[in-house]
C-alpha cells in the first residue's frame, strides 16, 4: 500500500484545474475554503459545496476526492492568547465537527504568526532554465532594516549583515525595492490579497510582548482544547513546521526542530494532536535529521509534504531543488514513510496509506508563460510525482523482494 497521491488545489480560480490534478494521477485534493474569514465557522453547506466541486466529474473520470484540508487556519488571537481567543476556538471546534460529518479526516494547520511561508525571490532561475522559490537572508534583512524599517530590528541581525544588507540596498533599483516587498508581503496562500506597511508594521507589534515561551504555551493550550475532540471525532489535526524554520522580524518560531515537536506532541498526548511532516520546511535545518524523525513520531505523522530545498553554502541562503535532489535525503525519508506504513498496516491501524503531495515544483515549460500560485504550477509538481512515485514504488519491490529472500533463506535452513 503506498502514499496517497493528492495535490493543492485552491478552488475554482486556480488556474491548474481538477482535470490537471486527476491526470496527474491524484486520487485525493488538498485544498480549503479561502473565501471564509479566518476564525469563522466552516458551515456543512460551504463543506459539501466544495466536495460536489471536486467529486463533480467523478462518474465520468477517475475519481477525486477531496481528502485534506489545507489549511483551517488558526485566528491570530488564539496564538495572542487574547480572552476572545475562547470563541475562535469553539469556532474552530464546530468546523471540526462539521468536516467530520462530511467525511473529512486530516485537517492541517500552522502556528506560524502574521507571516505563512516566506521568500524573497518567486522566480529564482535555475542552471535548466526553469524558475524556484529562493530565500536570501541578507535580502530579507533589506526589507526588514531599510524598507520596512522596524524598531528595534538591527538586534535581530549580526553585524555584517546589517551593513551588507544597507550597502545592498543603495544599490536596488526602484523595480527590486518594490519587488521584493511586494513578495514579502504576499498574503496567505490562496489568497489574492497582500499585506500593506501599515497594517503589516501594527500585526508586529502586537506581538512585541509575546516571546518564544508564551507563543508555545498558546500553541498548548489551543491543542489541548481542539485535539480530544479531534480525537473523538476521528479527525487528524497535523500542524505544519514553521518555514523558513527560524525566528523572523522579532517573531519567535516555535515549530523548526525535532525538539520543537515533542514538546508539542507530549503537550496533548493522543494521536490526533499529530505533525504534517514537510521535508522542505525541516530540511532546510541540517540539525534535523528527517527519517529518524519519521521513525520516532511514527503514528502522529498524519500528512505529507515531499520537496527539498538546497542550501548555498550559508544555510539561510537557499532554493527549492528538485524533488530528488537538494540537501533532503529523499530515498532514505521515503523509505521510512513506506515502512511507517506497512507497520500500521501489519498493526491493523485502519488507514495506512498517509496521504502525500509533491510540494512546490519549478515553474517550467508552458507554465512558464502563465500566472500561477508561486510554487503551484501544474508541471513542475507533476514531474515531482512522477520522480516520487516512481521512488516509493521501487522502495516498495525492493523491501518485498528482500523479505521473500529472507523468507526463502529460512525455509531452506529448516
Known sequence: MGMLQTMRWFGPNDPVSLMDIRQAGCAGVVTALHQIPVGEVW???????????????????????????????????????????????????????????????????????????????????????????????????????????RPGAEEDYESEVIESARRKFTEMTPERITELSSIVLLGLPGSEEAFTFETFQQLLDEYKAIGDQTLRENLYYFVRQVAPLAQELGVNLCIHPDDPPRPLLGLPRIVSTEADLTQLMAACDVTANGITFCTGSLGIRADNDLPGMIRRFGNRIHFIHLRTTKREGNPWIFHEADHLAGDVDMYAVVKEIVLEQQRREKAGEGETSIPMRPDHGHQMLDDLHKKTYPGYSAIGRLRGLAELRGLEMGIIRSLAEKETRVTELIAKDL
Not at 537572508?137 to 531599510?146: K, M
Request: glycine fraction near 2%; proline fraction near 5%.
Open 43 to 149: 458551515s456543512i453547506d460551504e463543506i459539501k459545496t466544495r466536495i460536489q466541486l471536486v467529486e463533480a466529474a467523478n462518474e465520468r473520470y477517475t475519481p477525486l476526492h477531496w481528502a485534506v484540508v489545507e489549511s483551517l487556519p488558526v485566528h491570530e488571537d488564539i496564538k495572542k492568547g487574547r480572552p476572545t481567543r475562547e470563541v475562535y476556538i469553539e469556532n474552530y471546534k464546530q468546523s471540526l465537527r462539521n468536516l467530520a460529518a462530511c467525511g473529512i479526516r486530516t485537517v492541517c494547520y500552522n502556528f506560524m504568526p502574521v507571516l505563512d511561508w516566506s521568500r524573497t525571490n518567486l522566480n529564482y532561475e535555475m542552471p535548466d532554465g526553469s524558475r524556484a522559490l529562493r530565500f536570501v537572508w541578507e535580502d530579507f534583512a533589506v526589507f526588514d532594516l531599510c524598507i520596512l524599517k
